[in-house]
């Protein structure tokens, strides 16, 4: 049987409550969300906090809510709950994609976006579409609050530039323009419960519907310690008329853009051919949305 | 057609409420007052020897209550095949896998237990790792088993007809390799035990397995009680497919230590134990070579196959002659030649899993012959019909197949499938893909060498006559034994099948060497069928002479008397009944006399009605060395018509669709029989698409998780099209034999021949990955350029 190692449990109502319990244990202490992750840990022993700060039951933690150009959620919103609302369905659907095909339906219904971006995997479904949507996360301590970019949010595996006393309360995605597409596509061995072998998300946005692409967003996931836009492809695209040709060569560089290792999941090889394909599908996909003038 | 009231008809199982509300308990749901939990100790190296166990630490911690090593336990070798007893409960001198059993631990809570084996201290001296077949029987390669100094733990050599002539009359001859990988059993429940021996020195053990008999015995040998002395319990258990069909370290462990402490020792394994206490299906290295004329006829085949077994024998005897033996049919086969070898390495030891010894060979064997119509211009259906063998038709190793709807299995895929309109005509990365196989009903003979019966079964009728206890040994794993006896039970009694209460799983209900080798509908069947015939004939008996009607004159059908030359009467019998019924619960209000009342009468008149049954396989082919391995009373055979979607750049395989259908004699349920096949398709999906327990190179293994280990989700599986063929078996009851394995054997290879006819290429390594596939594609666009 695997055990959990004996901690305190805490359940504040408040954020200042649980801001005052992180920063008066210090380092012992750890943040609870949907406890996938943290849970899985503890019972192979790889980390054994002695306090634990549950976060479910600040209810501001799940909200949705609009803002003039963005809209912020609360970092305790379950993926299953991402996928449904509307706002987020029509408005950000590379994320409503993602939260998808993120675990299986168990997993869904416990496992919090914060809780997905901390853990800070480097084949974590979230990062690569937040960062595509160019999210930024709000982090939140006793004494201060900061905005931290998604894209300056994560060092390597396991590891991000959060402090041990702060909690990430909401993540921020900016509206997207008009004429905006986006799709993401994860590669695993099987149709469910799949960690990625190699997934991509892509975003285009065009100055009018058969324009050329004014900003361009590409984001490889499993292929690096952490999520890592494809800059030269994201380069190559800028100002250039979309075409299968110009994909084409997008995904080629992307392919380079990356460093992927073998694991038990995929050999190199593979995973840079992958880059390659997935990228081009996610572009063309992207693109047919964009023409299309919505908002997404 | 035979008209039955239970039988051949759709009934919900009867552990459905028990399962999907959580009622069911499973072994790691008991618990005992006064329960001590045990924890294993488990040797970090692939090979090393033991230098010292230091148990002095864990001695001092508060809450041992017991430590056991080999000095303890003793040396008593014990395994699955008498031939090959080569494990000990507790290594001596040596660990021989990442894994090995070294001591256990009693101690009051599993906290506690858990520290006290981290406390014990070994001191090991590493030795050289052998993880490969071939690097084990080099030439100077360090011996694993002393006795074993090739590392070569059975060989096999066998020749039916002559296959160097049957070469010369062929026209055409191909060879083809083909490996799979290390595999689990992944069944949803992790073994676990309570082991409780009591102060009157009789030991009960409740645990998850397939075989209560094989455990009794084994526990009996080990720790030297008597066999009467030990009851084996199986409560309800998630699944076992071959792994759990022989006894484990920790049901000897916790007998030993409740028989140490005179406390109730509990233990379990985690999900990692389960990966490395293994038994599943080893990996296989076949070279086939297979001889055909032009015309399509199959004339001879070569099979050398070396087998992966790791550490310890286990089933692994069986597995190898199973290797071989299973391609006898179902094509029509005069030459046969089959060199096996299964060989030590430092790796978990594998056993038996789901199809035993055949399923790779099938898979090898099946995308063989795909590739050799091809070559001949034959429709691959057209070709596998021309060599069909039907029913009557002897194997020439000598597996005679009394019943066989082979053919119209085939042509039942063929038809309901869409083949004719599908084939050669799907575009690019869309294939479709057939292949045929057979499996045993029942191993013809027990694992030990044996004149004992292999089921055994009692009825005994409650004294109010309303319920028939049927109590058997057999297995209830998931399979749906349970209900298919009870179902034999009603059928042969003529009772109602909710009249039936049955106990199962229990050594202290007879005789049943367990689920394995797809025996207890055929075998248990016999027996219970034996069993109601016996009580029927009892309450006929008295019947017979209260009614003064002659015995041949009446039947029990529904739970109701039936007087075959018309109207008796009964009214002084049915009077009586009331008299002795007054102030029960539910007595009978029909006006014909039912089989309550009769058993009632019965009942008065000879006290506790009880009968019993009891069944073993009559004479069986074979003379030659081997032949115990693949004969059996009955063949039930299948086929199988997959399609596929295959993405041309990823490499990516969707199975869209599944047509399969089985032989299985006579279906008793219906609805267990397409479970059956259902859940063989999608394990061989499985198997085909992403099963491999990996090791790194000190042979730890990688993946000893189902988040890694993968085997297929509901997305992963299309809908099935089942099709039920009923070929009424001879030796079967009421015509019934297996479904439960013979299923699986189709699917590996129709998936490989359907990713062939989408892609083009042919992958000959298991599993067949997005990744493997694409790097085939890209071999065969460079062989192009
Ligand atoms: C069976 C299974 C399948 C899975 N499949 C996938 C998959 O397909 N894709 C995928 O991306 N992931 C998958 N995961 C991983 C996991 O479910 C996700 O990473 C999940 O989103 C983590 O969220 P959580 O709320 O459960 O986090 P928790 O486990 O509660 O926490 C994870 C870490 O983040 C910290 N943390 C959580 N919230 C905050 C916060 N607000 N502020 C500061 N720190 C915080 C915790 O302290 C902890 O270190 C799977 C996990 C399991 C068990």
Redesign the interface.
């Known amino acids: 049987?695997?055990?959990l190692p004996k901690f305190d449990y805490y359940e504040p109502k408040e954020l200042t409550e649980a801001c005052r319990l992180l920063s008066e244990t210090g380092s012992k202490a750890k943040i609870i969300a949907g406890g996938t992750d943290i849970l899985v840990n503890m019972k192979k022993g790889l980390i054994s906090p002695k306090v634990l700060v549950s976060l479910g039951r600040i209810s501001r933690l799940s909200e949705v809510e609009r803002m003039n150009k963005s809209i912020t959620i609360g970092s305790h919103l379950i993926i299953a709950k991402l996928a449904e609302f509307d706002l987020i369905r029509k408005r950000f659907s590379i994320l409503a994609s993602a939260a998808k095909v993120l675990g299986?339906p168990l997993v869904r219904n416990r496992a919090t976006i914060g809780g997905n971006i901390v853990t800070a995997r480097p084949a974590a479904d979230l990062p690569p579409v937040l960062m595509a949507l160019g999210a930024k996360v709000k982090l939140k301590s006793r004494r201060s609050e900061r905005e931290v970019a998604l894209d300056d949010f994560f060092i390597g595996p396991g590891a991000t530039v959060i402090k041990p006393d702060e909690i990430l309360t909401r993540v921020i995605i900016p509206e997207t323009p008009s004429y905006t597409g986006g799709h993401y596509i994860k590669?695993g061995?099987?149709?469910?419960?799949?960690?990625a072998?190699v997934a991509v998300a892509s975003k285009i946005t065009l100055n009018k519907p058969d324009g050329v692409i004014k900003d361009a967003k590409i984001v490889l996931s499993a292929v690096a310690p952490k999520a890592v836009h494809a800059k030269s492809a994201e380069e190559v695209l800028i100002g250039e008329k979309p075409s299968a040709k110009l994909f084409e060569e997008a995904a080629s560089l992307a392919m380079n853009d990356c460093k992927p290792i073998t694991d038990?999941?995929?050999?190199v090889?593979?995973r840079q051919?992958?880059v390659e394909?997935l990228t081009r599908r996610t572009l063309s996909f992207a693109w047919k949305e964009a023409k299309k003038g919505k908002k997404q | 057609m035979k008209q039955f009231s239970v039988i051949n008809t759709r009934l919900p199982r009867i552990d459905a409420h028990a399962k999907v509300t959580g009622d069911a308990q499973y072994a790691a749901d008991l618990s005992m007052p006064n329960m001590l939990y045990g924890a294993l100790l488990q040797s970090p190296f692939a090979h090393a020897k033991i230098l010292n166990i230091d148990i002095s630490k864990t001695k001092r911690l508060v809450g041992v209550k017991d430590i056991i090593t080999a000095k303890e336990a003793g040396l008593i070798k014990y395994g699955v095949s008498p031939a090959r007893y080569d494990e000990t409960l507790f290594c001596d001198k040596k660990v021989r896998y990442i894994g090995d059993e070294i001591a256990a631990v009693a101690a009051v809570d599993i906290e506690t237990a858990l520290e006290a084996v981290s406390l014990i201290k070994v001191d090991y001296e590493p030795l050289p790792v052998i993880l490969n077949v071939f690097d084990a029987i080099k030439e100077g390669a360090p011996a694993i088993h002393d006795d074993f100094p090739n590392n070569i733990c059975a060989e096999v050599h066998q020749e039916f007809g002559n296959v160097e002539e049957g070469f010369k009359q062929s026209d055409y001859i191909r060879t083809d390799k083909f490996v799979n990988k290390k595999q689990d059993g992944a069944f949803l429940e992790p073994q676990a035990c309570i082991a409780v021996y009591d102060l009157n020195e009789n030991l009960t053990l409740y645990t998850s397995t397939q075989s209560p008999h094989y455990v009794q015995r084994t526990v009996a040998m080990v720790l030297n009680i008597p066999i009467g002395k030990i009851r084996v319990v199986q409560p309800y258990v998630g699944g076992g497919f071959g792994p759990k069909a022989a006894a484990n370290s920790i049901e000897l462990s916790a007998c030993l230590l409740s028989k140490r402490t005179g406390r109730p020792v509990k233990m379990g394994f985690t999900r990692e134990q389960v990966f490395l206490h293994s038994r599943g299906r080893h990996q296989f290295y076949h070279e086939l070579t297979t001889g055909v004329k032009k015309d399509g006829t199959i004339v001879a085949l070569k099979n050398t196959c070396y087998l992966d077994g790791g550490a310890y024998a286990s089933f692994g005897i069986a597995t190898v002659y199973y290797a071989g033996s299973l391609l006898g049919g179902p094509y029509k086969l005069a030459n046969m030649k089959y060199d096996g070898y299964r060989v030590y390495t430092n790796k978990p030891a594998c056993g038996a899993q789901r199809g035993h010894g055949g399923v790779v060979a099938r898979a090898a064997w099946e995308q063989q012959l795909d590739i050799i119509a091809e070559e001949l211009g034959m429709d691959p259906i057209e070709f596998r019909l021309k060599n069909i063998m039907q029913r009557g038709d002897v194997t020439c190793n000598d597996l005679n197949m009394s019943s066989l709807g082979m053919r119209e299995s085939l042509e039942a895929v063929r038809d309901g499938s869409g083949w004719v309109r599908k084939k050669g005509k799907l575009p690019k990365g869309k294939g479709i893909g057939v292949a045929c196989g057979f499996f045993v009903s029942g191993a013809g003979y027990p694992i030990y060498r044996s004149e004992t019966f292999h089921s055994t079964a009692m009825i005994k009728l409650s004294e109010d006559g309303g319920t028939v206890d049927l109590f058997t040994a057999a297995a209830e794993i998931g399979q749906g034994s349970d209900t298919i006896l009870s179902m034999i039970a009603a059928e042969a009694l003529g009772v109602r099948f909710e009249d039936v209460k049955i106990h199962s799983g229990n050594t202290d209900f007879g005789v049943d060497l367990g689920a394995y080798s797809s025996r207890q509908t055929l075998m248990s069947g016999h027996a219970v069928k034996q069993a109601a015939e016996n009580v029927k004939q009892q309450v006929l008996e008295v019947l017979s002479k209260k009614l003064n009607t002659p015995l041949e004159d009446m039947d029990i059908k529904d739970g109701l008397i039936i007087f075959k030359k018309g109207p008796v009467d009964c009214s002084s019998l049915k009077a009586s009944y009331i008299k002795e019924h007054r102030g029960w619960a539910k007595f009978p209000t029909e006006s014909q006399l039912t089989f309550q009342e009769a058993a009632r009468i019965a009942y008065l008149e000879k006290g506790v009605i009880v009968g019993s049954g009891a069944y073993k396989p009559g004479e069986l082919g074979g003379k030659y060395k081997g032949a115990a391995v693949g004969t059996s009373p009955a063949y039930g055979c299948s086929a199988q018509i997959v399609e596929v979607t295959v993405d041309m750049e990823t490499g990516e395989v969707t199975v869209d669709n599944m047509t399969d259908a089985h032989d299985c004699g006579l279906a008793i349920n219906r609805m267990n029989v397409e479970g059956q096949m259902q859940g063989s398709l999608s394990m061989g999906l499985g198997e085909a698409l992403f099963e491999e327990v990996k090791f790194d190179k000190k042979g730890k293994i990688e993946n000893p998780t189902l988040g890694e280990y993968r085997i297929p989700t509901a997305l992963d599986m299309p809908n099935v099209n089942t099709i039920i063929i009923e070929s009424n078996e001879p030796n079967g009851p009421f015509g019934a034999k297996e479904v439960g394995e013979g299923a699986i054997m189709p699917t590996i290879p129709a998936i490989l021949n359907a990713i062939y006819d989408a892609t083009g290429v042919r992958i000959k390594e298991l599993p067949v990955t997005a990744e493997r596939i694409y790097h085939a594609l890209k071999e065969k666009e460079k062989g192009k350029e």
């Open positions: 049987m695997l055990l299986s590669l061995h099987r149709k469910a419960l799949e960690i072998i038990i999941r995929g050999g090889d593979y051919a992958m394909i």
